[in-house]
């Protein structure tokens, strides 16, 4: 039985998509980048953001001095270990809150780390320290 006219044209696709892809086969065989030297492969961007293939200009580059260059993170500046501030909360449990005058912020505390006898609007100095929890005032003093 012969064969339609539709099959015969998905069966002259088929040899023409099969004919295509061996052909794309060879070229890339043909153009491929193995085998290539480091050099070859070197990409540097312009200044305008643009690939190219020439290496930059290093006559205007800036020299950088190794000793300067510092690892990890910054520093830490060391504050005053003495902050002052103002209390604003005191409860009859013995815990309050100081409200920083610098950063405004505020610190707990409890009245067994209190050198004077403390109650609520007094001015205070004390040193932070960090608890579980968050910070914590220690050593508070009033400030007379």
């Known amino acids: ?17 099969q004919k295509e892809k061996a052909i794309r086969r060879e070229d ?3 153009t491929n980048d193995k085998g290539k030297s480091l050099d070859d492969m070197i990409m540097y961007v312009d200044a305008n953001g643009q690939l190219t293939s020439t290496p930059p200009d290093n006559s205007n580059a800036s020299v950088i001095d190794v000793n300067n260059i510092q690892l990890g993170a910054a520093p830490i500046q060391e504050e005053d270990p003495i902050k ?18 610098n950063s405004k912020e505020n610190v707990f505390f409890h009245s067994n780390n209190c050198v004077d006898i403390i109650k609520k609007g ?7 320290e960090r608890s579980p929890k968050g910070f914590s005032a220690i050593n508070i003093k009033i400030i007379r």
């Open 84 to 101: 002052s501030g103002i209390v604003t909360f005191f409860s009859d449990k013995g815990y309050g809150f100081i409200t920083e005058d």
């Open 1 to 17: 039985m012969a064969d339609s006219f539709s099959k015969k044209e998905n069966f002259k696709k088929k040899l023409q998509k």
């Open 122 to 128: 007094n001015k205070v100095s004390f040193e932070k």
């Open 28 to 30: 890339r065989k043909n």
